[in-house]
């Protein structure tokens, strides 16, 4: 999660800094209709730009919620688990119950690599344009 802060924490920072571009944009004298169509064209963009920035957010946010929630149904599969395989030690457990759990445990393991498979896609769907329109201007 720390490297989906960062990255928020950096797309937030090169947004601000092309608000304040923008700003300076404006506060410079009108020269042309040309300029001023660009300053209205890059504000159009960062306004854009913030938008998809706070879907983002709010996409990432559900995911982090979801990939919080495996990771909690995670470790009480382990617990069961483990009083299973403890039960099963002294002979008290059932076998078929035991290899259930373990199959539930897999199961979920499962399910939180692929929640953060998601993610990475996610942040990467979103870095993307971004490092298109980077090349571009290069």
């Known amino acids: 999660m720390s490297e989906i802060d960062d990255l928020q924490r950096r797309l937030t ?3 601000d800094r092309i608000g ?6 404006s506060a410079a004298p009108k020269e042309d209709r040309s300029s001023a169509q660009t300053i209205e064209d890059l504000r159009k963009n960062l306004d854009d730009l913030r938008k998809s920035n706070t879907a983002l957010q709010t996409r990432l946010s559900d995911m982090s919620q979801e990939t919080d929630r495996l990771r909690q149904a ?3 599969l382990r617990e069961t688990i483990q009083a299973l395989r403890e039960a099963g030690e002294e002979k008290l457990g ?3 119950k035991i290899d259930t759990a373990m199959a539930a445990e897999l199961e979920s393991l499962r399910a939180v690599q692929a929640t953060s498979e998601a993610e990475a ?14 090349k571009e201007d290069a």
């Open 94 to 96: 059932d076998p078929a």
């Open 121 to 134: 896609r996610a942040i990467l769907d979103a870095l993307a344009p971004l490092l298109a329109e980077k």
């Open 74 to 76: 995670n470790t009480d």
């Open 13 to 15: 920072a090169a947004l």
């Open 20 to 25: 304040q571009g923008v700003q300076s944009l």
